[in-house]
């Protein structure tokens, strides 16, 4: 599966409901203003980018489901640096 994006990394994975693999978090070196998601779509994979928001360069690293909503909560930081400044970061989107 291509990921969308040619640098960068893939870092966590989500299933769905019924347990199927259907939220990859990952990172995009070449655009980083938002979060990048793969959602897989039927058999294929598109990806999805996160909110524009107050972190300049979030990175996640990991994507779960939320028991008993269709919702997701992905975590990571606010850039791709685990020193200051770099905050955490959460965000949480319905699929």
């Given amino acids: 599966m291509p990921p969308g994006f040619t640098v960068g990394a893939l870092s ?18 070449q655009d980083q203003s938002r979060t990048t998601y793969l959602r897989r779509d039927g058999d ?18 990991d994507v ?5 909503t269709t919702g997701y909560w992905s975590a990571g930081m606010t850039r791709p640096a685990p020193a200051p400044p770099t905050e955490a970061y959460t965000e949480r989107f319905e699929a």
């Fill in 12 to 29: 966590g994975i989500a299933a769905d409901g019924e347990g199927r693999a259907a939220w990859i978090s990952g990172w995009n070196y």
């Fill in 44 to 61: 294929t994979w598109t990806v999805a980018r996160g909110p524009a928001g107050p972190a300049s360069a979030p990175y996640l690293n």
């Fill in 64 to 68: 779960v489901p939320i028991p008993g």
